[in-house]
C-alpha cells in the first residue's frame, strides 16, 4: 500500500475524442501503475444538469457526486501500486477549485481541433467549447506554470507518429522507466473503464494499440467553423510546449 506522499500521481487532463482511453490502457499495462477512469464524471454532470450526455442517469449513478470524498478516496486514496493513472477530461474540473493540482504530476493531452470537433459532432451535434475543453486546458495550464509547476504537455498526432519515442520521451518526464508493455493491450473492455465505455470506447475496444483512426480524416462540419477558429488558438499555444516525434 502506498500513502498519499510516497506516491507518484499522473494526472492525464484531456479533450475528449483523442487517444485518452488508449493511453490509459496503454499505463495499465504496467504493473507498478493502478488506473482509474474520469472519475469526476458524474460529478460534472450533477454541476451541469443542462448536458446531456449518452448514459447521463447511469453515470450519475455509477460514481460519488461529491468532490471531497472523490478527492480524499479516489484522487489522493490509497492504492496496491508504487504509481497511479488518472485519465480526466478538462471539461470535467470546470468550476472546481484547481488548487489540488498542485499535488499531482499534471500531463495536457491535445488533438488537431479540427479531429477533435469532426469526432465529438458525431456523437453531440453542436459542441461548445466547454465540451471540447482546449480552452480549460489551456487556462489550467497556465494556472499551473505561474503556480511554478513542470506541465507536460502530449499531443495525439505526435503519439500516433511514433508511439515508441513520445512514450519513452513521456517517461523520462515522469521519472519512470519506459516498459514495452506500454505499446499494445488486449483488445476489449478493461475492468477499470467507465460505465460510459459502450458509449464512448468502441474504437480502443478494438484496438490493441495506437493506431491512427479511419476517422481522423472525416469531413469537417462547415457550422463549427467559429468553434474551430477559436479552438485553433488555444491548440496552438500548447502544442508549442509538446513532446514531438
Not at 502506498?2 to 499505463?27: Q, V
Not at 520521451?169 to 493491450?185: A, Q, R
Request: with cysteine; glycine share 4%.
Amino acid at each position: 500500500m502506498n500513502d498519499h506522499k510516497t506516491m507518484k500521481r499522473i494526472h492525464l487532463i484531456s479533450g475528449p475524442r483523442n487517444i485518452s482511453t488508449a493511453l490509459m490502457y496503454s499505463f495499465g499495462n504496467r504493473r507498478d501503475m493502478s488506473i482509474v477512469d474520469e472519475p469526476l464524471y458524474a460529478y460534472y454532470l450533477s454541476m451541469h444538469p443542462d448536458i446531456d450526455h449518452p448514459g447521463r442517469e447511469e453515470i450519475l449513478t455509477s460514481q460519488s457526486q461529491s468532490l471531497d470524498e472523490l478527492l480524499s478516496n479516489v484522487i489522493f486514496g490509497t492504492y496496491d501500486t508504487d504509481n497511479l493513472f488518472i485519465k480526466n477530461m478538462a471539461h470535467h474540473l470546470d468550476g472546481v477549485d484547481w488548487s489540488f493540482l498542485s499535488e499531482l504530476t499534471n500531463v495536457f493531452l491535445i488533438r488537431n481541433p479540427r479531429q477533435l470537433i469532426a469526432s465529438f459532432a458525431q456523437v453531440i451535434p453542436n459542441p461548445t467549447m466547454l465540451d471540447i475543453g482546449i480552452e480549460l486546458e489551456y487556462q489550467i495550464y497556465k494556472y499551473l506554470i505561474e503556480k511554478g509547476q513542470k506541465c507536460i504537455v502530449l499531443d495525439s498526432n505526435e503519439v500516433l507518429k511514433n508511439p515508441k519515442k513520445v512514450l519513452n520521451l513521456l517517461c523520462s518526464s515522469l521519472d519512470l522507466p519506459f516498459l514495452d508493455s506500454m505499446l499494445s493491450w488486449a483488445a476489449g473492455p478493461r475492468s477499470e473503464d467507465g460505465i460510459w465505455a459502450r458509449y464512448w470506447y468502441k474504437n480502443v475496444h478494438q484496438s490493441i494499440g495506437f493506431s491512427k483512426q479511419k476517422t481522423s480524416d472525416r469531413p469537417f462540419p462547415d457550422r463549427l467553423s467559429p468553434l474551430l477558429e477559436k479552438a485553433q488558438e488555444y491548440y496552438d499555444l500548447l502544442y508549442i510546449h509538446s513532446i514531438k516525434a
